[in-house]
């Protein structure tokens, strides 16, 4: 079976994946009448073999493993840090095209190389005192996506209290509909605030804070 990611990508993320500070599980949910779980678990293999610090599980969404982690659909992957913990990060679909920008970007952090986030936006992050669910609309051709979804994991991993999750519209098409996505990023915040484009994350915030 030919390769997702050609020589040149596999060579180029094996040089981002040196960025890894610690080993990083990912944990895939698939089912037997799915579509895009096959080339799913293929890019998720290919990725794990490109560093030894990257590793896959693979469960079916009727699984125990599924319910802890509040799998409703698949294909869909969380990412767990070196001591199995998970920070609520979550991709549903595959994230191929410009989503490969999101997960790496999820890989490097998950593994404890974080990204510096300003102290004044820490505080208004770590205040966050309820449940919060971020669901993050995208298409694979869709540039300003990641930055979105990027987003929202970077404050599920902040703060114990938020759940970050990449949609890939086309695939789940059904919960696009309900959630009356036209165009994308389409980010849906405890299933009633909506924001459109890639916000900034004070836009998340403010959304938040509303609630």
Do not use: W
């Not at 609309?137 to 991993?157: D, E, I």
């Amino acid at each position: 079976m030919e390769k997702l990611l050609n020589a040149d990508v596999q060579k180029q993320l094996k040089q981002v994946f040196e960025e890894l500070v610690n080993p990083v599980t990912m944990v895939l949910f698939t089912e037997d009448d799915c579509e895009s779980c096959e080339p799913t678990l293929s890019l998720l293999t290919e990725i794990a073999e490109l560093s030894e610090k990257l590793s896959l599980r693979v469960h079916d969404i009727n699984s125990d493993e599924a319910k802890k982690y509040d799998i409703e659909m698949a294909p869909s992957f969380v990412l767990l840090n070196h001591k199995d913990e998970y920070h609520r990060v979550k991709f549903n679909g595959i994230p191929a095209g410009h989503e490969i920008n999101s997960f790496i970007s999820a890989l490097i952090e998950m593994s404890g190389a974080e990204s510096e986030v300003p102290a004044e936006l820490l505080e208004r992050i770590q205040k966050i005192d309820k449940p919060i669910n971020i669901k993050v609309f995208v298409t694979l051709s869709c540039p300003h996506c990641p930055g979105a979804v990027q987003k929202a994991h970077k404050l599920a991993m902040l703060n114990k209290n938020v759940t970050g999750e990449m949609i890939e519209a086309q695939t789940f098409y059904e919960l696009s509909e309900k959630f009356n996505v036209t165009g994308v990023p389409k980010i849906i915040i405890n299933d009633s605030l909506e924001l459109v484009g890639n916000q900034p994350i004070e836009r998340f915030l403010e959304q938040i804070e509303s609630l």
